[in-house]
């Protein structure tokens, strides 16, 4: 019933996504075969690529906070059974922040990836894992966005084994065959429901809406196939083997947005497969109440015992997607508003960690943390972005990461959960324990033994931007640095607006 | 002024920005030495000072503002819950006073810092750990509160480990360990808070807490108080302090004891003597609550008030002795606390006013101490007591301020201390007369011993630095600043002006605080004009002095106050390390152990996965063979049978070789029979030829003799047909007796025989004989040729 202009701005708006999605997968081999003629014009590419991608996203923006949803089928296979896109404000939610901290990484990736190997292969597996990430949030059905996941998992894979180190290998190999493992489990679990419902879509509303054997299985099954991706216990064992032997733009990415494509299925599943009535009538809630619980003690408790930097900030990762699946499994508004702030909260803060990381590893080989003493003084920058965003993973106010443990702790109250409560608390302890040392042996750690050479008796915390990694590294990272300061204070906070948003009309049946 | 008629209802609410403001002013500043910092070295330290003092004056510049009511405001949607901001006259009064430390000691500083390392970095962190300490005062929510909270924990941390020793650095982490574990609990007490009474004001909510079951409100009062008790200092939670005091300068420490464990009172009172309050005085049963905790703090008060100072008796390390007096000091206060709580409805003003005024005069006389043991360290480079003595020769100005401070912390008559030591002791008092139960009256004993204690150790402390022989070492000639002794006279002037004038304080500042509070009027009207000077508080205060110069001269006479007791022996060894290191140990070997095993699960699963693959293979590899044999059997069979076949073929090929032969043979035969035959057949012709013309001869014979014969024929024609009957007569009878058979054939042929004999007819014989040899023959070549054909 679309007049005119409307019916014109419908029409952009629908496209959009298909343009997003199939932008970056068309743009991979161009870069590609610019990347033999010219390094800078790749580079460039693939900055160009991230960038526009990222400000398509971002004009969907007035339209998704109408409350609008879009759905068309571009094909279909079988009747019911087609390829599907949809917009609504979580696939919103997540695709701005996925091509924003994609973008950051491609910035980064410049100066970063600059003395490695093989970047004619990294720069377009790059810019195609995006386009593979946005396919899974604009899918419009489960099929669609299992072809999506798997074709990001599958190619993401390039990334994990750059180096190409035995341990990359290694890593890489274990990573596959979760991955495989998790793409047949969610194959199964696809296939369950289209027998149960006679439909995959999201736009059925419920499509399970009886507990039986098959639709536990199918449930146990997503389960396995987008815990595996979000680093769910006990499928996280290949996390912290292949965030950490990754490029770190690309571990950046794999911890900060690849997870969360997990996350994001799982929401889906509960919210769209089944309802809050079926999973909690059943008591399916219970099992991955319990598994989020281990994941988050167990990521938390093993973090502090490593002492490879990066190993370190994957096993958090896996601790801090432990609230998010406990976030969404709490089942009140309150709680689905901290789980997805939360999603955003810890892509910012992860992306960081690991960018500022990466730039240590970079500037000075170092990764063991009792390497780290004085670090701080060397890379002020760099540092202070991994102190904002450490902090906010302790749940230090103002900073994001407090408010999204605020409003998942009161959401687990409003369940009437206390318990969950108390773990976060405890989780949020650990987290102190483990990254308190970094910060503080980098800024204060072997000051005695520089003063004890005799020079400069008043060397203080001054700026020296001799040890600083490049601007094309620190800029990415300051940026999403204070953003968790920014979408932790600021009153604008697009993020929490977002979520709140997205809770909301989660809850309201999401259509 | 008629008191009771004002209700906290009745309180004027003023919108205003300047609260916001105020925690803003030394962030910025903070900021700004930090960005000056690099230029110049020397405008730093000043223009750190400048900021604390314009902090101060814009508190201090509050108060005709909160004269007339609250002062709030509120950031709707920063931090998307919003902050608020309040200031009351509580507020206001520990607001002045944490600037007012912060003020002196950092004007202190100036001098001090000039020979201290990180100089920078203490100035820029003093400013921020002082926002988060004027922050915790003036915020109107639990939220706001607990984010000044941690600001105030986290910048602090860098003072403490200001030394930057390995002991520094310990103690830091320890500190900051705690103060963030501590910190993590209030924020769980908030949480309850909040999902139990719907919001997180600092505001009366007793009546939003209605019905909710004791035991959640005691929850969340034990997470206020653990939060709360690390930062102040709370036995069994001091265990922080003695560490971080032992390693930290003095000024560092002024701060800490003076304002920023202040912080925590603060919160204690607002905790239990507002929020466990109803908003409405008439709702007396709601106070019963407050009553039944306030009871257990008193408690927890005087067991740190009183083990405080026993362990601060046993220090040697100045700043170690003097933690713990501050955590007994802390206990004064907790127990004034606990008895206003206790005293709900009844005398809670006293408690009150008694908790507040003693936690002013703690900053007063505890910051002086840490100056006055700032300045010795300056010099000395000491701490320890028994390597000090003698002072007073080098030092006597700092000896009269030292004996200022002593005779105000152990409740001199005329100085500051005594006056809220007599507000606590009588607020004790009240509540054994209006309970009269033994263990108040038990508690108000304890309360005497200790303060004797504290008179104890404050004269070891005195007698180890001041008095005894000088070490040889220290007798040279100090220059001390003038900047450092005037932080020094403000306290002391602050001490005597409080000592001898605590009415005018009390009933300009206190009482209309207290009056903000759900508090008895006529308990506030008891206090205006309350005669600390009779006959009573004095002869309190003369027991208590009697006590401690007894207790000192047993002590100092049998060396008591230097005994050490084992090292094992503490609250930190016995209770919390080994729970802190069976927890910490239990959860860094479970979870690694526990990804591990599953780990190894994963790898025992794939490695099964891969025996049994391997086992498939194996069958499969035993199956190929099979096949393999199977078909080299078959094959060989395959072979024999062809070897069988090509014998066969010979077979074949020979036989027919031989039936060739043979045939040929044949052939050979069949000719050498055809040339027989031919032979035989022209022979026979001749044969035939010579019958015939025999044949015709006898023909002409016969014919001649034929006619002859003719007769004869007649005549046996005759007879013939007379035999022919005969014979067929005997034939019949002999057919009867023969089967037709060969016989009987033979019989006719012998018949024919007999009859051709009879008929000779040669012509007809030739011609038959032939034709059938003819036939034979024919059929003999036949088949000759079908074997000729078929086997060629």
Known sequence: ?511 | MNLAAVTAGETARIYHIWPVILPLIPLAGGILVFALGRLSKRIYPLLSFLVTLVTLLSTAGLYPLVKQGDLYCQLPKFMAVGLSFRVDLLSFIFALLVSLAWCVVTLFSLPYMRQEKYSLTYFVFLLFTLAGNLGVMVTGDWVTFFLFFELMTVASYVLVIQNRTDEAMHAGMYTLVLGIAGGLVLLGGVFLLHSLAGHVQISPMMLALQGVPAWSLATILICFMVGFGIKAGMIPLHVWMPRAYGASPAIVNAFSSGAMVKAGIYGIIRIVLLVFTPADMAAKEAFHFAASAGYVIIWLGLITMVFGALMALLQNHAMRLLSYSSISQMGYIIVAIGSAAYLFGLEEAMGFSGAVFHAINHTLYKVSFFLIFAIIFYHTGEYRLDRLGGLWRKFPLLMVFFLLSFGAISGLPLLNGYASKTLIHDALLEAHHYYHTFDIYLAERLFVLGSAFTFCYYAKLFYCTFLGPLPEKYNVNYHTSFLMYLPLALLAAGIILLGIWPNIFIENYLLPAASQFQFYRGGIEHLTGFHFFSEAPLNASATIFLLAVLLALIGFRFRFFWWKPPANLSVEKIVLQPVVSFLYRMLTHLGPKTDNAINSFYYKIASDFLALCRVVGQMDSSLDSFYENSSRKAYQIVEKSRNLEDSLVDAYDRSSKGAYQLIERGQLVDESLNEAYDLSSMKAYRLMEKSRQLDESLNSAYESSGRAAKNIYDKTAKMDNALNMAYERSGKAAKELIVPGKDSTQTSKRKSKVSSSFKINPMEWNIKNLNFDTLLLAIMLGIVFFVLFFFR
């Open chain 1, 1 to 511: 019933m679309w007049e005119g202009d409307e019916l014109l701005g419908m029409y952009w708006q629908a496209i959009i996504p298909l343009w997003v999605v199939l932008f970056p997968i068309f743009m991979t081999p161009a870069i590609f075969i610019l990347s033999k003629r010219s390094e800078k014009l790749r580079d460039g590419l693939s900055v160009l690529t991230a960038v526009i991608t990222f400000f398509s996203v971002a004009s969907l923006y007035p339209f998704v906070m109408e409350g609008k949803t879009i759905e068309y089928t571009l094909f279909q296979i079988l009747p019911e059974l087609g390829v599907t896109v949809r917009i609504d404000i979580l696939s919103f939610c997540l695709a701005i922040l996925s091509s924003f901290v994609w973008m950051m990484a491609t910035i980064y990736s410049l100066d970063y990836m600059k003395p490695e190997h093989g970047k004619n292969r990294y720069y377009p597996v790059l810019i195609f894992t995006l386009g593979a990430t946005l396919g899974i949030f604009f899918a419009g059905d489960f099929f669609t966005l299992y072809v999506f996941f798997e074709l990001m998992s599958l190619v993401s894979y390039v990334l994990v084994i750059h180096e190409e180190t035995p341990t990359a290998l290694k890593a890489g190999y274990k990573y596959l065959i979760m991955t495989i493992i998790g793409g047949l489990a969610l194959f199964f679990a696809i296939i369950a429901t289209f027998e149960l419902a006679g439909s995959v879509s999201l736009s059925k509303g419920v499509l399970v809406s009886k507990p039986s054997t098959l639709a536990f299985f199918a449930f146990v099954c997503y389960l396995i196939g987008f815990g595996m991706k979000a680093g769910m216990f006990p499928l996280h064992v290949w996390l912290p083997e292949a965030h950490p032997v990754a490029p770190s733009p690309a571990s950046a990415l794999l911890s900060g947005i690849m997870l969360k494509t997990g996350a994001y299925g799982m929401l889906r599943v509960l919210f769209y497969v089944f309802n809050i009535e079926v999973v909690q009538s059943a008591r399916w809630d219970l099992l991955v109440a319990v598994l989020a619980v281990i994941t988050i003690l167990l990521g938390s408790a093993v973090a502090l015992t490593q002492f490879d930097l990066k190993r370190r900030l994957a096993y958090s990762s896996i601790g801090q997607m432990g609230y998010v699946l406990l976030g969404m499994i709490l089942f009140t508004e309150q709680g689905l508003v901290g789980d997805i702030f939360h999603i955003f909260s810890h892509a910012f803060m992860k992306s960081t960690l690991f960018l500022a990381a990466g730039a240590i590893i970079w500037k000075t080989g170092l990764r063991n943390i009792n390497d780290l003493a004085g670090i701080g003084r060397k890379m002020p920058f760099t540092m202070g972005a991994f102190t904002i965003a450490a902090l906010a993973m302790i749940g230090i106010p103002p900073l994001n990461g407090f408010l999204s443990k605020w409003t998942l702790s009161l959401g687990a109250l409003e369940a009437g959960l206390p318990i969950y409560v108390v773990i976060l608390l405890i989780s949020s302890l650990l987290n102190g324990l483990y990254y308190l040392p970094i910060i503080i042996a980098a800024f204060f750690g072997g000051e005695e033994q520089e003063h004890a050479h005799g020079e400069a008796q008043h060397v203080e915390a001054g700026i020296n931007l001799r040890g600083e990694a490049t601007a094309k590294m620190v800029i990415p990272m300051v940026i999403l640095g204070l953003g968790c300061f920014f979408l932790g204070l600021f009153p604008s906070n697009i993020a929490y607006e977002l979520s709140l948003k997205a809770a909301v009309f989660l809850f309201r049946g999401g259509m």
